[in-house]
């Protein structure tokens, strides 16, 4: 009996062998893509988003000209510094936009309370990262700006940098983590006043303690640094101001960090986050293994990338601000309890 089904399916004509293996797709998503009900709330997110990310990079250009009037080494201190800081930043933010999916998916089913908790989580998940790469950076400043070039001269200025500028990734996991939950309750748009504020405060203060203008203390490259640090600190302080102060349904307490640890939230925004921050700080890494190989050619060709890299970070806003808002989309689809077909369209 067996050996009579093995050889009707041997006779199986080639066409129907072909539909049975043949997997039902859902339907053309370019229909979709065209389609209001998606095109308004993609672009209500990733315009503001890509404007963020656009106004964000603003400030390695700033740094890039303003220590550019020093000379060619603490051009490529910087700009190697900068390498640094951005596989850092993006562990940290692919935590914050991990856990931003969770957060956007309890949002959509209405509940509001563990909303608060995925957002209070998720800044503890980003937050444990960066006090680790802050603490890292701070206590084995010498050694990683050693890395990137033999120049001793290069050393020393970015070992000072990356000494002060490690203070920023704490406040940089605030300002990820409440700017992801925003995003989250749909209040995208809010987050651009923020930004602008921390970038002019950025550029006003390195240009003062860069140079010593007004009444500020001349600092050279290590006022760069101090100016990324307070102006984050700045914009996390504002962020936190605007949430607490409109009682914004993201405004969490620590009772919701307790129910949310006790509810098991936080294995949940690892799952997502985790694999986001690892493929993220593995690309970064790429990029900062490149430097280091064009750091150890010479100073001025770490200088010219250290250029080049500047004008990359602004092409990059666009393609993170649409994927940032479609996986917004994407979570608030899937907490509202749309059909899978439907989700898999929108991503």
Not at 204 to 210: E, F, K, R, S, V
Not at 309 to 335: D, K, N, P, W, Y
Request: charged share 10%; aromatic share 6%; proline share 3%.
């Amino acid at each position: 009996m067996a050996a009579h089904h093995r050889a009707g399916q041997a006779d199986q004509p080639p066409q129907d062998a072909e539909r049975s293996m043949t997997v039902v797709q859902p339907e053309p998503a370019l229909r979709w893509a065209r389609d209001r009900r998606f095109v308004l709330p993609l672009l209500a997110t990733a315009v503001p988003l890509t404007l963020q990310h656009l106004l964000s990079s603003t400030r390695n250009v700033a740094n890039t000209f303003l220590t550019g009037q020093l000379g060619g080494p603490e051009v490529a201190a910087v700009g190697f510094c900068g390498l640094v800081f951005m596989v850092v930043t993006l562990a940290v933010s692919g935590m914050a936009d991990g856990g931003s999916v969770i957060t956007t998916q309890v949002w959509g089913s209405g509940n509001v309370a563990r909303t608060r908790q995925a957002v209070a989580l998720t800044l503890l998940a980003s937050g444990l990262i960066a006090v680790a790469a802050s603490t890292g950076c701070f206590m084995w400043a010498e050694r990683i700006a050693a890395i990137g070039t033999s120049d001793p001269v290069v050393q020393s200025i970015a070992g000072s940098y990356i000494r002060v500028a490690a203070w920023m990734v704490i406040p940089y996991a605030v300002i990820c983590s409440l700017e992801a939950g925003l995003r989250s309750v749909g209040k995208a748009a809010v987050t651009i006043r923020f930004t602008v504020i921390g970038v002019i405060a950025h550029v006003a203060l390195a240009h003062g303690l860069i140079f010593g203008r007004w009444g500020l203390p001349e600092m050279g490259v290590a006022g760069a640094a101090w100016a990324a640090v307070l102006s984050s600190a700045l914009e996390a302080l504002l962020l936190i101001g605007y949430i607490y102060g409109t009682r914004n349904p993201i405004a969490f307490g620590a009772g919701d960090l307790r129910n949310g640890l006790r509810e098991g939230l936080l294995r949940k925004i690892g799952r997502v986050g985790a694999p986001v921050a690892v493929s993220s700080t593995s690309w970064g890494s790429g990029i900062l293994v490149y430097g280091i190989l064009v750091g150890q050619a010479g100073t001025t060709e770490l200088t010219v990338m250290a250029m080049m890299s500047s004008v990359e970070t602004i092409a990059m806003a666009f393609s993170s601000g649409l994927a940032g808002s479609a996986a917004v989309i994407v979570g608030q689809g899937i907490g509202e309890g749309q059909s899978e077909g439907d989700v898999w369209k929108t991503g």
